[in-house]
């Protein structure tokens, strides 16, 4: 959609906004900052929508339809419609507004024109966007009640957006397409001042043919910033290390090898927090240098993967000029996201634990986390194979993800996007390539009989790792139930 005809729409008083798969997660969060900003919001969604998006709409009061059909669309007389990029022709709303050529727009060219005139901070990489993106909201809300968006809920306030009347605004910047007929990763839309990058692998298989592929984007994404911009980004990662050094915008690294920016050293796992050091290259603080005395900060998160993600976190912040105790005691109050190594029960000696990972070193770091944090534990890993694109393309890696769990229950592969004839792999191959690597590795075809097995196997001491995003993200609460 071109800009200035958007713009005019959003100038209209009381325009209506109508968002066709409003029960997406990024896509909840946007309709409720639009209501925030006075526009009239409506929506639709497939016949059912999950906590944690229906929790948020339902507590904003943000009105929504189920099931979609063409007459709903027309009826709602918005003056925008605004597509999930998981929605096409075939829905029938969509469809509609296609054929009746009427204003359409893709999330995050929405929401770049709700925060042109705010310091907008993007957070890009394959893993660890949604923590990264969260922890800087958490923490700008807090220093400067500055605004967010994250494709997850924050626990600490049970939402997964915040609009405040502060100079930034942080945004989960998504590679993943725009709308079904605009291929362009979401993050370009943000147009970052700030761009922090947490990683770079291979992802979305089905949009992008290659890393090379995937690499451009974020090659033309540094080339589209302002001079007077700013790169923090993972130095460990040698494929971002070295998409940052064709850059002549300002950067700052951090990792964990010696000779970057801001590096954390000496992590320390422990059943309640994690806590690390940070050599800070930057630091005001004549005596700390003078003693190479590292800067001190704890978090709620588990695993090496969240220190990375706090580490992040606070080389922004401490580059924009923000002291290190405000940075750690809004560090520490943290709670984590729903759906991210989140705790749903612990319950006659068994633990269950809730998480989103899909991509193979997101399961492999989650995992590793929860032997870190329950180190004499039993560690049972329920995975739930997501797309039979990323499944196939990313199948050597994903067979050496489940080293840390002693029991994997694999479920069959939840298409999503994708349809039956899409399907070039089964589970029984992906189990084959798991075998390996792993100590047990069992087919549990759906939720019903994963229950039933978990509830006849599971013993005190016992924890469950349910790692799903499709027909399984409901597991963990049936199984609260009935252990």
Same mark, same amino acid.
């Given at each position: 959609?071109?800009?200035?005809?958007?713009?005019?729409?959003?100038?209209?008083?009381?325009?209506?906004?109508?968002?066709?798969?409003?029960?997406?997660?990024?896509?909840?969060?946007? !309709?409720?900052?639009? %209501?925030?900003?006075?526009? &009239?919001?409506?929506?639709?969604?497939?016949?059912?929508?999950?906590?944690?998006?229906?929790?948020?709409?339902?507590?904003?009061?943000?009105?929504?339809?189920?099931?979609?059909?063409?007459?709903?669309?027309?009826?709602?007389?918005?003056?925008?419609?605004?597509?999930?990029?998981?929605?096409?022709?075939?829905?029938?709303?969509?469809?509609?507004?296609?054929?009746?050529?009427?204003?359409?727009?893709?999330?995050?060219?929405?929401?770049?024109?709700?925060?042109?005139? #705010?310091? %907008?901070?993007?957070?890009?990489?394959?893993?660890?966007?949604?923590?990264?993106?969260?922890?800087?909201?958490?923490?700008?809300?807090?220093?400067?009640?500055?605004?967010?968006?994250?494709?997850?809920?924050? &626990?600490?306030?049970?939402?997964?957006?915040?609009?405040?009347?502060?100079?930034?605004?942080?945004?989960?910047?998504?590679?993943?397409?725009?709308?079904?007929?605009?291929?362009?990763?979401?993050?370009?839309?943000?147009?970052?001042?700030?761009?922090?990058?947490?990683?770079?692998?291979?992802?979305?298989?089905? *949009?992008?043919?290659?890393?090379?592929?995937? *690499?451009?984007? =974020? %090659? &033309?994404?540094?080339?589209?910033?302002?001079?007077?911009?700013?790169?923090?980004?993972?130095?460990?990662?040698?494929?971002?290390?070295?998409?940052?050094?064709?850059?002549?915008?300002?950067?700052?690294?951090?990792?964990?090898?010696?000779?970057?920016?801001?590096?954390?050293?000496?992590?320390?796992?422990?059943? *309640?927090?994690?806590?690390?050091?940070?050599?800070?290259?930057?630091?005001?603080?004549?005596?700390?240098?003078?003693?190479?005395?590292?800067?001190?900060?704890? $978090? &709620?998160?588990?695993?090496?993967?969240?220190?990375?993600?706090?580490?992040?976190?606070?080389?922004?912040?401490?580059?924009?000029?923000?002291? %290190?105790?405000?940075?750690?005691?809004?560090?520490?109050? =943290?709670?984590?996201?729903?759906?991210? =190594?989140?705790?749903?029960? *612990? #319950?006659?000696?068994?633990?269950?634990?809730?998480?989103?990972?899909?991509?193979?070193?997101?399961?492999?770091?989650?995992?590793?986390? !929860?032997?870190?944090?329950?180190?004499?534990?039993?560690?049972?890993?329920?995975?739930?194979?997501?797309?039979?694109?990323?499944?196939?393309?990313?199948?050597?890696?994903?067979?050496?993800?489940?080293?840390?769990?002693?029991?994997?229950?694999?479920?069959?592969?939840?298409?999503?996007?994708?349809? !039956?004839?899409?399907?070039?792999?089964?589970?029984?191959?992906?189990?084959?390539?798991?075998?390996?690597?792993?100590?047990?590795?069992?087919?549990?075809?759906? #939720?019903?009989?994963?229950?039933?097995?978990?509830?006849?196997?599971? #013993?005190?001491?016992?924890?469950?790792? $349910?790692?799903?995003?499709?027909?399984?993200?409901?597991?963990?609460?049936?199984?609260?139930?009935?252990?």
């Amino acid at each position: 959609m071109i800009q200035k005809e958007l713009e005019q729409i959003l100038s209209k008083d009381g325009a209506k906004l109508y968002f066709i798969g409003i029960g997406g997660i990024a896509m909840s969060a946007a !309709a409720n900052l639009a %209501r925030d900003f006075g526009y &009239q919001v409506a929506g639709s969604d497939s016949q059912t929508i999950y906590p944690p998006a229906k929790d948020v709409l339902i507590q904003n009061q943000v009105e929504y339809f189920t099931g979609y059909n063409a007459e709903q669309a027309a009826g709602s007389e918005a003056d925008l419609f605004v597509l999930s990029a998981g929605e096409g022709l075939d829905n029938p709303e969509v469809k509609h507004v296609v054929e009746k050529d009427l204003p359409r727009v893709g999330l995050a060219q929405l929401l770049y024109e709700l925060s042109k005139d #705010k310091l %907008r901070i993007v957070v890009a990489g394959t893993h660890g966007k949604s923590t990264t993106a969260a922890l800087l909201g958490h923490l700008v809300k807090n220093l400067d009640n500055s605004s967010f968006v994250v494709g997850a809920v924050l &626990q600490n306030y049970q939402s997964n957006f915040h609009s405040g009347s502060g100079h930034y605004f942080v945004f989960e910047g998504d590679e993943y397409k725009e709308q079904f007929d605009d291929p362009t990763p979401k993050f370009h839309y943000y147009k970052p001042d700030i761009l922090v990058l947490t990683n770079l692998e291979y992802d979305h298989p089905d *949009q992008f043919a290659s890393l090379d592929d995937l *690499q451009n984007e =974020f %090659r &033309q994404l540094l080339s589209d910033m302002p001079e007077d911009g700013l790169i923090v980004y993972n130095g460990d990662n040698a494929d971002l290390a070295r998409l940052v050094h064709e850059s002549n915008v300002a950067s700052i690294s951090f990792g964990l090898e010696s000779g970057l920016d801001f590096v954390a050293r000496d992590i320390q796992p422990g059943p *309640q927090f994690t806590n690390f050091g940070v050599a800070n290259k930057f630091s005001k603080d004549s005596i700390a240098k003078l003693l190479e005395k590292d800067e001190e900060y704890q $978090i &709620q998160l588990p695993g090496k993967f969240n220190v990375y993600n706090a580490l992040a976190a606070i080389a922004t912040l401490r580059t924009l000029g923000f002291g %290190r105790e405000d940075i750690a005691l809004d560090l520490v109050s =943290f709670l984590g996201l729903k759906r991210r =190594f989140e705790i749903i029960a *612990q #319950k006659n000696g068994i633990t269950i634990i809730d998480d989103y990972a899909h991509h193979p070193t997101a399961v492999k770091e989650t995992l590793a986390a !929860a032997r870190a944090r329950y180190p004499e534990a039993k560690i049972w890993a329920v995975f739930e194979p997501h797309t039979y694109s990323r499944t196939r393309a990313l199948l050597a890696e994903l067979a050496k993800a489940f080293t840390d769990a002693d029991e994997v229950l694999i479920s069959e592969i939840y298409p999503a996007r994708e349809s !039956a004839k899409d399907a070039n792999i089964s589970s029984q191959q992906v189990i084959s390539a798991i075998k390996p690597y792993a100590k047990s590795v069992t087919l549990v075809p759906n #939720k019903a009989e994963a229950v039933t097995l978990l509830k006849k196997a599971l #013993k005190p001491g016992d924890v469950v790792v $349910i790692m799903a995003v499709g027909s399984f993200n409901r597991l963990a609460y049936e199984l609260k139930d009935v252990i």
